[in-house]
């Protein structure tokens, strides 16, 4: 199972970005997906989830509740973050993740499968 992740760019406090994860090698459905950002010197930071296997569970961190939304795309086996009211507080490479139990948790360990990471970097 591959992830690749794509989307992160630079931009203007109060703009969007769409962050987007490609799965390979497993059907989306199945999987729980999740999206983490790490600024150097951090611990990798939960930002949200959405379960797999039939359930529709999803979780955001209080930091990102009401400006972030996370989606799925079954089959085209592609999950999404769209950022919108972005922070300069949101820099950091944002990795996506999925876990083969389609049980979604805010927790790093326990993720199956990583991508490897997109920056995003918000001016202010």
């Known amino acids: 199972v591959q992830l690749q992740a794509s989307g992160g760019g630079l931009v203007q406090a109060g703009g969007s970005l769409r962050l987007s994860c490609l799965v390979s090698?497993?059907?989306?459905?199945?999987?729980?997906v999740a999206w983490f950002r790490q600024v150097p010197g951090n611990e990798r930071e939960g930002v949200s989830y959405?379960?797999?296997?039939?359930?529709?569970?999803?979780y955001y961190s209080d930091s990102v509740k009401g400006r972030f939304a996370i989606s799925r795309d079954d089959d085209g086996n592609t999950a999404y973050l769209q950022m919108n009211n972005l922070k300069p507080e949101d820099t950091a490479v944002h990795y996506c993740a999925a876990d083969r139990t389609g049980d979604g948790k805010i927790s790093r360990y326990g993720y199956d499968y990583w991508g490897q990471g997109t920056q995003v970097t918000v001016s202010s």
């Open positions: 090698g497993q059907k989306l459905g199945n999987l729980a």
């Open positions: 959405s379960s797999g296997g039939g359930r529709t569970t999803t």
